[in-house]
């Protein structure tokens, strides 16, 4: 591997990859309606634009976001911007919802830096301040939590581009004590 990309690696892991696969509850809210536990069909029904992603295309998109890549939006606009829609499921239905920012001709670090401030500030006025914030020169993590769920908005840099931008909603896991 190369040497340049080891700490981008160690920070994608990091902040992508959850700490357990532990047991889902049901209910949780996700995203614009999605809530943990929902079925493949239930996702489609509430997501129009939204389209089932065929078994010979699932294979390989397991990846760091655990459970199935089930359901997805090719296209959806969040605040006046473009975005993926990515719906993983587990046994228990419905485990993980994840926005990807569509960087259409790409984006310098200074235009990433300004959307992740915004998208930062519109995530905070609806979950307050964020609990958790992280900054390097690998890209930017801001975590939220809100009752069940953590939010996270994970900015992914390279040589002064922005090489991902993700929004992801998932179940907060509960502490094992």
């Not at 489609?44 to 078994?55: D, G, I, Q, S, T």
């Not at 006025?125 to 890209?139: A, I, L, S």
Request: charge should be positive; proline fraction near 6%.
């Amino acid at each position: 591997m190369n040497r340049a990309l080891l700490p981008l690696t160690a920070l994608l892991l990091a902040l992508v990859l959850p700490a357990t696969a532990a047991a889902v509850t049901p209910g949780i809210p996700l995203w614009e309606g999605a809530k943990t536990g929902m079925s493949a069909e239930q996702v489609l029904a509430a997501f129009p634009e939204a389209h089932a992603v065929p078994r010979q295309e699932r294979i390989g998109k397991r990846g760091p976001e655990r459970g199935d890549l089930r359901v997805k939006i090719d296209r959806v606009e969040v605040a006046g911007a473009p975005y993926r829609g990515r719906f993983y499921f587990h046994d228990a239905g419905l485990e993980r919802v994840v926005l990807d920012r569509i960087l259409e001709g790409g984006m310098s670090f200074s235009q990433g830096l300004k959307a992740a401030g915004n998208v930062r500030d519109a995530l905070s006025q609806h979950y307050g301040e964020p609990v958790k914030r992280q900054t390097g020169g690998d890209g930017y993590l801001a975590e939220w939590h809100q009752d069940q769920k953590r939010v996270r908005l994970v900015v992914v840099t390279q040589s002064y581009k922005v090489k991902g931008f993700h929004v992801i909603f998932e179940p907060l896991e509960q502490d094992k004590e």
